[in-house]
């Protein structure tokens, strides 16, 4: 489990069975089960290397390591703040990579990845959402057609 910590503007907080991923007094996301079941019906669609746009609390990167057809996994987080609070906590079973970065300028870059899987958004409404991961979309179409996202097609 994540230890309750704050770096910067981010917290960690622990719920009870869960924890929480604040940027000031604004909730980010967490690792509740009913937050990680609306991820898992994409991310058992990833196998082969996995790109994941957004650490978060880092579940999507714990799960697709649990996965036999999962072979690698690199995670685009943007504030090492988040990096810092969570990835030393995060079982990627030798899987995993981090990399400080935007995932829109990452992505300008060419990478050789079999899925991808974006959850960058918080708290924004779903048209500019949707706008973002169009978006996204256009640009990882250059690297993988296997593109998914939390929760919108
Ligand atoms: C909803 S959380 C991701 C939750 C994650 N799927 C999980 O399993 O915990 C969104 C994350 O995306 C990050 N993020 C936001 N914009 C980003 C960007 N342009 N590039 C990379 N990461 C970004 C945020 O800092 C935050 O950590």
């Known amino acids: 489990m994540i230890p309750e910590n704050t770096i910067g503007n981010f917290s960690i907080r622990d719920e009870v069975g869960y924890v929480s991923l604040y940027k000031g007094k604004q909730h980010w996301t967490d690792d509740a089960p009913q937050s990680?079941?609306?991820q898992q019906v994409w991310l058992d669609k990833c196998w082969?290397?996995?790109l994941v746009g957004g650490l978060g609390t880092g579940y999507a990167a714990r799960y697709l390591a649990?996965?036999?057809n999962v072979t690698e996994i690199i995670v685009v987080e943007i504030a090492q703040?988040?990096?810092d609070l969570v990835?030393?906590?995060i079982d990627?079973?030798?899987?995993?990579k981090i990399v400080c970065a935007d995932i829109f300028e990452f992505l300008k870059k060419p990478i050789k990845i079999d899925t991808?899987?974006?959850d960058i958004y918080n708290n924004l409404g779903r048209k500019s959402v949707k706008e973002g991961?169009?978006?996204l979309k256009k640009l990882a179409e250059q690297w993988t057609q296997k593109i998914y996202f939390w929760r919108y097609k």
């Open 66 to 68: 649990q996965k036999q």
């Open 81 to 83: 703040e988040v990096i």
């Open 48 to 50: 082969g290397k996995v």
């Open 133 to 135: 991961n169009a978006k």
């Open 87 to 89: 990835w030393p906590y």
């Open 36 to 38: 990680n079941q609306l």
């Open 92 to 96: 990627t079973q030798g899987k995993g």
């Open 116 to 118: 991808a899987y974006f």
